[in-house]
């Protein structure tokens, strides 16, 4: 038998070439080749750094005026420690980039530490669940722990029978609740942020390392997308979950799914960026089909927790096709399939209802890319936000951009990454899901984005020196912590520009729950939106109308007699009450759906009106029932 001879794999998917050799002399302390000029400054800077931004962060936490927010959110609220622990951290996390090759745990720590610096405070001060709208999060958790069972063809009230139909992220919260003894998961809401954050962050470096071997790159990328994360959808919802998954399966993909004999050129090393990783080593097809069975319940975890993720994932996994490395057209059917198979049962109501809308949205670009319902932003914070919201997105493409010319080899070599980042923008042409296209696709976007925009900024290290090389790589070296700087800036009013809306005082829920505990199985609340805390409380028994959830023109039109408007829409022998809170005033001011004033006028006409009877009123909320024998004598 003829003994068979390994075959070094390093830098090829085939034969050994140039790439299978030892590296070439000149390594870097970052994983590349030559060294990069950083700021000089003590061997393990994240001894001095990461205790001083934790000091410092920790002396700030206390004083943040959460309580006392005025139209900038928590931007003027946030003491100058606060910001000063961001600017320590940043500066240490340049620093240990000096030793990343050697020492990768300490931009690991800078970046875990940016994480909590930006995320956490949130967590550690409220005592309401972040984001208002998380709370009907809690009241599925709650009704599933209460029923023990799922009702996919129920029509609940309020767009809620969706969650019966993707109950994932739900029914494993039900077991999280359950297995600490908490009261609900409002316990630990607040923390998902954080914890999916964390979560993330190795999948992230898998996916990096894929096409990188410069671990400077690698961490800065995890830092850029962290900065520039600002989207909100990790919070306690089925998205954070689901996208955690998602970028789970994409990962396992490009590391262990590459077709024998397709490296092409990119086996020879000298094609290659220096900081380019090697095609990972090729897998068989029976590999490959042992693989797609192992993904298989990771995709149908993903299809049981969110609606729009599965999507993502197929048309992620087409545009891998395109390529010869990751051509597998079996593990696409099979998410394709899971996909199907899932919107065909539990899913179909919605299913069936989102295809009677699609001739409507196919091909309304303006209308699926705006965000929101509609009206524009009003108000300092939320005008503010808007605006940063906007340059972050530019900044972060324009750095990706650059990076497409200034390292064409490397770009090459991760050309996978960066059609998975390219392939869910064409869904703008599908839906506008609810007025969150926008956000969704910025967000799946997001890993390759900041990949390549890490790239333009951490320069590839040669081992030929040269007058324009040496001034490029000085320049990055001021570029990089200047860009991160920005970045962050961008970061803080994009993230907590509106957190007037996202906070809700404890007096006001305790107004809501009272009063929807209260409310007769069967009842209709009426609010101008869903955005306030405990809005869905009781959603299995309790009917729900948002009525200003529209366009502004038509809010403007019912303002001129709003008792009037909601009387009508009030079927007869209904109990209803109308819940006017804080909240509402502030959000609905805020996304532009009432003009300025326009919510006091609102409560000042519905509280005179004859049609309707204050339960309760005060400074955070009023609660009014319709009197329905009112309108009959005022009728006559």
Known sequence: MQQRVPVPTTGSSESPGPASGPKEPGRGPGGGRGSWPLPSGPPDAGLLTLPLATGLWCHALPRIGFREMGDYGLLDRLPASYYLSLLVLTAGFVLSLRRAGTAPWWPAAHCAALLCALKAPPAVLYDAVRYPWASKHDAVVDTLLANGELRP????????SAYDQWPGFFTLNAGLVRAFGVEGAAAYANWAPVALGLLTMPVLVLLYRTF????RLVWTAVWIFQLANWVGQDYFAPQGLAYLLHLTVIAVVLRH????GSAGRLRDRTTLDPAAAGVPPPTGTRQRAVCVVVLAPLIAAVNATHQLTPVMLCVCLFALTLTRRYRNHGLLAVAVLLMLAWDLTMGRPLFVETLSTLEE?????????????AGRLTGPGPELAGTANVLMVLAVAALAALALVLRRRLVRSALPLLLVSAAPVPLFAVNDYGGEMLFRVYLFGLPGAAFFAAAALVPAAGVRPGRARTLRRGAAAVALPAVLLVLTAGFLPSYYGKERMYYTPPEETALVTRTLDNAPDGSLILSTSGSFPQ???????LEHWFFAERELPENERMLEDPARHLADGIPPGTRAYVVLTRTQDVYTAGEGLLPAGGFETLRTKLSASPLFRTVESHPYGVVLEYRPAARRSTTR
């Open 535 to 541: 809005a869905l409380h009781r959603y299995d028994r």
């Open 257 to 260: 799914f590459v077709r024998p």
């Open 153 to 160: 063809g129920a029509a609940l009230s309020g767009n809620m």
């Open 212 to 215: 990188c071997e410069d671990w």
């Open 361 to 373: 949205s196919i091909g309304e670009l303006t209308r699926n890319s705006r965000a929101g319902y």
